[in-house]
C-alpha cells in the first residue's frame, strides 16, 4: 500500500505527542492506590496522616513529621486541612516522599458523590518502565468520513465506569453515522461533546480482550457545517484503567459496538495475563 508520507509523519506526530503525555510525572501511569475516605479519621495505604470526611468535605489531619505539603503552596500540612469538590472533580491535594518531597502526590477526589483518594507515585514501575503504547500500523483505511447527527437536547445516559463502585453518566449530545471497512451496514455511536465542540466517541469492538483492551475512545475534529465528521480510528485509544486497576473511566454506552475488528488504533498495553 502506498501510503502519503504526510499522513504518516502526522500519525507519529500524534503517537509522539500521546506517549509523551502519558509519560507525565504524576499522570496516569503513577496510580498506586484507589480508597474511600470514611466519616471517622483514619490511615489510609501508601499515605501518613489520618484522613476523613463527613460527605461534604474532606479533612486531613497531619504533623510535621508527617512530610506532607500542599501541591499549590509547598506549605506543610500541620493540623487538620479540608477541601471540597463537586461529583467529577479531582484535586491534586498534598505530596510527600523522595528528596524533594513531591515523589507522590496524593489525589482527592469525588466521584459518585463519594470522596476517594488516589495516590500517584513518579516512582512506580509503570511509569519508569513505560516505552510506549504499542499499537496496530497505521492504515488510512481506517480513516473515514461519517454524519453527525445531534439530539435536539442532550441526554444523560447511566453507564457503567471501570470501578464496579461507581456508577457513572455518559450526556449524548448525539449519533455519528458512518460505515467501516469489511462491514456490509452502517454504524451509528453515541457521542460526546468536548471542548471547541470535538466529540468522542466510546466504543466496543470484536478486538477487545484479545489485542485491545476491553474499550477504546476516539475523538473527532468538530463537525463540518454540514455536519459530516472524520473519524480516523488510527487514533484510537486506551483510557487510563487500561493501564491501572485504580481508574473509574467510563464504559460505553449500550449498544456502541462495533460487530467487527477494528485494527487500528492502540492495543493492549501489557501482554494478557501479564
Given at each position: ?35 474511600w475516605l ?32 500542599l ?17 467529577e ?9 523522595g528528596?524533594d ?6 489525589e482527592?477526589?469525588?466521584r ?8 500517584r ?5 509503570a ?6 503504547v ?15 447527527e445531534p439530539?435536539p ?17 455518559h450526556?449524548s449530545?448525539?449519533?455519528?453515522v458512518?460505515r467501516l ?5 452502517e454504524?451509528r455511536?453515541h457521542a ?7 466529540l ?20 473527532t475534529?468538530?463537525p ?16 487510563p ?21 477494528v485494527?487500528?488504533?492502540?492495543q ?7
Amino acid at each position: 500500500m502506498d501510503i502519503p508520507t504526510a499522513s504518516i509523519e502526522r500519525w507519529q506526530r500524534f503517537r509522539a505527542n500521546r506517549n509523551k503525555a502519558l509519560a507525565a510525572r504524576h499522570g496516569w501511569l503513577t496510580l498506586t492506590s484507589f480508597q474511600w475516605l470514611e466519616d471517622v479519621p483514619a490511615a489510609v495505604e501508601r499515605a501518613p496522616g489520618l484522613w476523613s470526611t463527613n460527605g461534604t468535605t474532606a479533612s486531613l489531619t497531619a504533623v510535621p513529621d508527617d512530610g506532607l505539603t500542599l501541591v499549590e503552596t509547598g506549605e506543610p500540612v500541620d493540623g487538620t486541612v479540608t477541601a471540597a469538590l463537586a461529583d467529577e472533580e479531582s484535586l491534586m491535594w498534598v505530596q510527600f516522599g523522595g528528596p524533594d518531597g513531591d515523589q507522590v502526590v496524593v489525589e482527592l477526589a469525588m466521584r459518585a458523590g463519594r470522596y476517594a483518594i488516589r495516590t500517584r507515585d513518579s516512582g512506580s514501575p509503570a511509569l519508569t518502565g513505560f516505552d510506549g503504547v504499542p499499537t496496530y500500523a497505521y492504515n488510512p483505511d481506517w480513516e473515514v468520513t461519517g454524519q453527525f447527527e445531534p439530539y435536539p437536547e442532550p441526554v444523560d445516559v447511566p453507564i457503567a465506569t471501570a470501578n464496579p463502585l461507581v456508577d457513572g453518566v455518559h450526556r449524548s449530545v448525539g449519533e455519528v453515522v458512518f460505515r467501516l471497512p469489511g462491514s456490509p451496514h452502517e454504524f451509528r455511536l453515541h457521542a460526546e461533546e468536548e471542548k471547541l465542540g470535538a466529540l468522542t466517541v466510546t466504543f466496543h469492538d470484536e478486538t477487545n480482550g484479545d489485542t485491545t483492551d476491553d474499550w477504546r475512545k476516539l475523538s473527532t475534529p468538530r463537525p463540518r457545517p454540514d455536519g459530516s465528521v472524520v473519524l480516523d480510528f488510527n487514533r484510537a485509544i486506551n483510557y487510563p484503567s487500561a493501564f491501572t486497576p485504580y481508574g473509574t473511566c467510563p464504559m460505553p454506552v449500550r449498544n456502541n459496538s462495533l460487530d467487527i475488528r477494528v485494527e487500528a488504533g492502540e492495543q493492549l498495553p501489557y501482554p494478557p495475563g501479564s
